[in-house]
């Protein structure tokens, strides 16, 4: 009997502390609409797996008492072997299940496409079409973040800030290795590549600090690369570029070249005289000077083959006939 009361005792104190544990859950409960829709689909979709889950264990449980070998009233038909309804209920449950969750989750991730373009804020705050984004450039390097801010004309590192009810345009590359950018409380996580780029459009809903890191393991310095997203009000925004701007550095391609050199635990920099195309540099693999960009290399062998093949069919094109006038002279 003791053995029965530590158990109901553990399984109550286990269900508490799941409880408890989900009040705080911020991807569950997040304050970004792409975030939070997300957690909706997780939740859906955990729901609709334990309608199958449950009555199995359930049922295996109640079968393996029922049917103990002591149970002396228990039916006992050896020689069953099929029942059409059992089949059916067996099959058809599952089914259900597999197209509700295929159906929900194909919705979903259309809709939270991360390149899409978003179309709300929040549960009735649409986007209208006057409504600008703020775009910020992503560069994860060895092992800090590196934030652009191309309309504000200033970047940051490991200090990312946005205004509340603003849509944010995130262009990511990578200096270096894979990685992936993830702030749990605006939206999933996006890998970042060298030599590529990847988006995702998002919005915060709520002002206060988050924590945003790499989800990628990328090398040493990988469990100290955290940032700070810090959501603010419009007057907060324009009042940190502001300061930004009266405080910042330089940050040229030679400023670029020693920030991108490995190192841990950077502390927050921010920087108001930029490169102009210091991000296009950085994802065409041509901060260097004297190194084509990818872009640019791309194109003339895009163009060289036409090229090649112009002068190629000029040089075996067989002479021109002359006109059928002159044979008849």
């Keep these: 009997m003791s053995r029965i009361n530590s158990l109901i005792r553990f399984v109550a104190v286990a269900i508490a502390a799941l409880s408890l544990a989900g009040c705080n859950t911020l991807v569950l409960n997040a304050p970004g609409d792409v975030a939070a829709q997300q957690g909706n689909l997780i939740v859906v979709a955990t729901v609709l797996m334990l309608l199958i889950i449950v009555p199995v264990i359930a049922l295996t449980l109640l079968f393996a008492w029922r049917y103990r070998a002591s149970n002396a009233k228990a039916t006992y038909k050896p020689d069953w ?45 649409p986007v209208t079409a006057e409504t600008k984004p703020l775009v910020v450039d ?29 849509p944010i345009e995130f262009h990511m590359t990578s ?16 890998y970042t590549m060298p030599g590529m780029e990847t988006r995702l459009h998002a919005a915060i809903g709520k002002p206060g600090q988050y924590q945003g890191f790499s989800s990628n393991f990328s090398g040493a310095g990988f469990s100290h690369m955290h940032f700070i997203f810090t959501a603010t009000d419009n007057a907060g925004f324009d009042q940190w570029v502001a300061q930004a701007k009266a405080n910042g550095g330089t940050l040229q391609r030679a400023d670029y070249l020693v920030l991108a050199q490995p190192s841990e635990r950077e502390p927050v920099r921010r920087y108001s005289r930029i ?9 065409n693999r041509c901060v260097k000077q004297g190194h084509m960009c990818m872009d640019e290399m791309m194109a003339k062998d895009a163009s060289s083959p036409a090229q090649s093949q112009e002068s190629m069919s000029h040089e075996s094109m067989p002479m021109a006939m002359p006109p059928a006038d002159a044979h008849a002279h």
């Design 81 to 125: 072997d099929h029942s059409t309804q059992l089949e059916l209920l067996i099959w058809a449950a599952p089914l259900l299940i597999i197209i509700a969750l295929g159906a929900v989750t194909w919705i979903s991730t259309h809709t939270l496409d991360p390149y899409r373009p978003l179309s709300r804020i929040a549960p009735g705050k």
């Design 138 to 166: 992503v560069v994860s390097l060895d092992w800090k973040w590196l934030f652009i801010y191309p309309e504000q004309g200033i970047a940051t590192v490991n200090e990312l800030v946005a205004p509340v009810d603003r």
């Design 175 to 190: 200096e270096n290795v894979m990685n992936a950018f993830y702030v749990p409380a605006l939206a999933g996580m996006i």
């Design 275 to 283: 490169d102009e195309g210091l991000y296009h540099a950085i994802l």
